[in-house]
């Protein structure tokens, strides 16, 4: 199989992990297993109470979450073998490539990290930092998989590559876009974990009011959201009308990046005006992860050809 | 030489990928918030002795097994008691096709609710098989039913008249499992959606 293959294969699997990660989340399924690594002292989580080892309360055991909470880990672990196989192969065909050596390992690592850090969450019964910290390693873990991928392509693509003009100074604005949608998503955390803190200090707000509580930061997130969509579609209008200079991979990243910026202002308003819709929150989440990883690969695509 | 404009392949992939995750999310999160609302149990019943309207005994064993909506009436009640009269028929009907949703209407009136009178009401809402009782039995037996086992109050000096409008739902193991304004549609809303989740329990 051909590395960037491999490589390609790894992050959408880790975007798919990503989803059932946040599905977890907002289906309130975190909690589901009480032990780490095992759900209920068992390797397959039980289905009938009676299998529930005396020193564990039966009345924690709730079969769908169980298993809702399982399935993630599960799918960790496969997902966690891919990226290794990513690195293995990386170790053996690219050890002289230190550009794709290095993340490669690193996201490997990261990986393991990761599972051992989502135990610490369990443990922690869902502390928010530390659930923000279990989403912020996945974005990473992401973000170093699209630069091997991207590396890898840029590899065996070299020579049919044309060496290609971009008009001054849109690979910068690519750069910021994605430092401005790294912003854009910590204060998204941000604010998901203020609400989570502000509704127990006023229960009697419903949730589009607490957001208006939480003032400041709520505003930022909306503001920032716009300006990145503007910025979006501005640069995706600039790259698609004049598709000649640029490369493929540059045109389907504007296409995405403008598409999903006027999705996730959707998504946003919805959360507002509807009290934070469970599946929602999961989509928003999901699109922010892309919008991160989709910048990404714009600014490192137009690097890339502006530097041949 | 200008290049074909490419399709916007990514983005179209991207969108069939969030419809597709959007649909999964909606079952696991419905299928998360199902699991998490079952409905408490309250108390157990214990055993009783009474009679139906075709004279046999009925107890707590004619419970086991089947999900039970329990009232207490009194034949010549004037009150509220022929609105709730026509909602239990309006349910009697409803489940027609499940022999083991049943309705248990106790008389809180045994003097002038003899088992002829019972049978004569039965007939009057429309009951033509046994997954709707009439019960009857000493007017003290009733009142520590009532008090001590479904802990309704029952005071034997403002009887018959006196008497709960509240419904109780049994389980399948004779607990209740919740109580309902028999002459509020909005709470026999809530007891029909308790009723399908107490089913999925039995299955």
Redesign the interface.
């Known amino acids: 199989m051909r590395f960037r293959l491999l490589s390609l294969a790894a992050t959408a699997a880790t975007y798919f992990l990503i989803?059932v990660g946040g599905?977890v989340r907002?289906?309130?399924?975190g909690l589901g297993c009480p032990d780490w690594p095992k759900c209920f002292g068992r390797w397959i989580p039980p289905v009938r109470i009676e299998q529930i080892p005396p020193e564990i309360d039966p009345a924690l055991f709730?079969?769908?979450?169980a298993w809702?909470e399982y399935i993630n880990r599960l799918i960790g672990v496969g997902v966690g073998f891919l990226i290794l196989s990513v690195a293995l192969y990386a170790i053996f065909r690219f050890r002289h490539r230190p550009k794709i050596l290095f993340p490669a390992i690193l996201a490997v690592v990261l990986t393991a990290f990761q599972g051992w850090q989502g135990g610490k969450v369990v443990a922690s019964e869902l502390e928010p930092m530390l659930v923000s910290v279990h989403m912020a390693i996945a974005f990473l873990i992401v973000s170093l998989l699209i630069y091997v991928t991207h590396q890898a392509y840029h590899l065996d693509g070299a020579k049919t590559t044309l060496a290609v003009e971009y008009p001054a100074g849109i690979t910068k604005w690519a750069g910021i876009m994605w430092l401005l949608i790294i912003i854009q998503v910590i204060a998204g955390t941000h604010v998901r974990g203020s609400i989570e803190i502000m509704s127990r200090r006023f229960p009697l707000l419903n949730p589009a009011e607490l957001l208006a509580e939480i003032g400041a930061v709520s505003y930022f997130h909306s503001l920032l959201g716009i300006i990145i969509a503007l910025v979006a579609m501005a640069m995706g209008v600039i790259v698609?009308k004049d598709?000649?200079d640029f490369s493929?991979i540059a045109?389907?990243?504007a296409?995405?990046l403008a598409?999903?910026g006027f999705?996730q202002i959707i998504f946003g308003m919805v959360l507002f005006l509807f009290g934070n819709p469970?599946?929602i929150q999961?989509?928003h989440l999901?699109?922010a992860a892309?919008l991160s990883g989709?910048a990404l690969l714009f600014f490192l695509t137009l690097k890339k050809g502006s530097k041949t | 030489m200008?290049?074909r404009?490419?399709f916007?392949?990514?983005?179209i992939v991207?969108?069939i990928a969030?419809i597709l995750?959007?649909a999964?999310?909606?079952i696991?999160?419905s299928?998360?918030?199902?699991?998490?609302s079952k409905i408490p149990v309250l108390y157990q019943l214990p055993d009783f002795e009474l009679t139906d309207q075709s004279g046999q005994p009925f107890g707590l064993s004619r419970m086991l097994g089947k999900i039970s909506i329990v009232d207490f009436i009194f034949t010549n009640c004037k009150g509220p008691c022929p609105i709730m009269a026509s909602k239990m028929s309006e349910l009697y009907l409803l489940y027609k096709d499940y022999d083991h949703i049943q309705f248990v209407s106790i008389s809180v009136d045994p003097e002038r609710d003899t088992l002829e009178a019972l049978r004569e009401y039965a007939i009057l809402q429309g009951v033509n098989d046994d997954r709707w009782v009439f019960l009857r039995g000493p007017l003290d037996d009733v009142v520590r039913l009532s008090e001590q086992g479904f802990k309704l109050a029952a005071d034997v000096e403002t009887l018959p008249m006196g008497h709960t409008i509240v419904w109780t739902l049994v389980d399948q193991d004779g607990r209740i499992r919740s109580y309902h304004n028999g002459t509020d549609d909005a709470d026999i809303d809530v007891l029909k959606e308790n009723i399908r989740r107490l089913n999925r329990e039995i299955r």
Do not use: E, M, Y
């Open positions: 989803f599905l907002v289906s309130g399924a709730n079969f769908t979450l809702i698609i598709s000649r493929s045109i389907q990243c296409w995405a598409g999903l999705f469970p599946v999961v989509l999901w699109i892309l989709i | 200008r290049n404009k490419p916007p392949i990514l983005l991207i969108i969030l995750l959007a999964v999310a909606i696991v999160v299928r998360a918030d199902l699991s998490r």
